[in-house]
């Protein structure tokens, strides 16, 4: 069977403040496998789609702004319970609560700029690896 895959975002706050290397190497140390990497700026169009469970939220139109707002690194990542796995060392979405030694525990103070995305379940991976990656889906 294929290794499970995940969606990966280092966000613009992450990439602006030089944080791509640290979170390439914890998930390389935690043995995940790189399999697809690109640099890009979203289109509101994408954003939108990419976070559409979340349209009817008072924090919508701030996070696509922010998403939108600056480069951001795309990654997908393979290993046993790949999307466990990289939601584990991301920690939780407000970074106050985080657990020190997570990502986000480590980086971050505030629930928008919380440095990482990554998928919820195989499903939501499966429809975000298509959405940024159409060739690999
Ligand atoms: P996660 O990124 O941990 O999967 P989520 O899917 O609930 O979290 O939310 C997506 C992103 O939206 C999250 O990474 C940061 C932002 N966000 C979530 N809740 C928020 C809130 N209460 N205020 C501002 N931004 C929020
Ligand atoms: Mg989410």
Same mark, same amino acid.
């Given at each position: 069977?294929? %290794? &499970?895959?995940?969606?990966? =975002?280092v966000k613009p706050d992450g990439v602006a403040r030089g944080l791509v290397g640290e979170?390439?190497? +914890?998930?390389? &140390?935690?043995?995940? +496998? =790189?399999?697809a990497a690109e640099l890009r700026t979203l289109d509101r169009d994408v954003a939108e789609e990419h976070y559409g469970e979340h349209r009817?939220?008072?924090?919508?139109?701030? =996070?696509?702004?922010?998403?939108?707002?600056?480069?951001?690194?795309?990654?997908?990542?393979?290993? %046993?319970?790949?999307?466990?796995a990289f939601r584990a060392l991301a920690g939780a979405t407000d970074p106050?609560? &985080?657990?020190?030694?997570?990502?986000?525990?480590?980086?971050?103070?505030?629930?928008?700029?919380?440095?990482?995305h990554g998928s919820d379940s195989d499903e939501s991976a499966a429809r975000e690896i298509a959405l940024f990656f159409p060739k690999l889906a």
């Open positions: 069977a294929t %290794p &499970a895959r995940t969606l990966v =975002l979170v390439i190497s +914890r998930l390389e &140390a935690k043995g995940l +496998r =790189l399999v009817e939220k008072p924090f919508f139109g701030p =996070l696509v702004e922010f998403i939108t707002g600056g480069p951001l690194l795309a990654l997908v990542v393979e290993g %046993p319970r790949a999307v466990e106050v609560k &985080a657990a020190p030694g997570t990502i986000r525990g480590d980086f971050g103070l505030e629930v928008q700029n919380n440095i990482v």
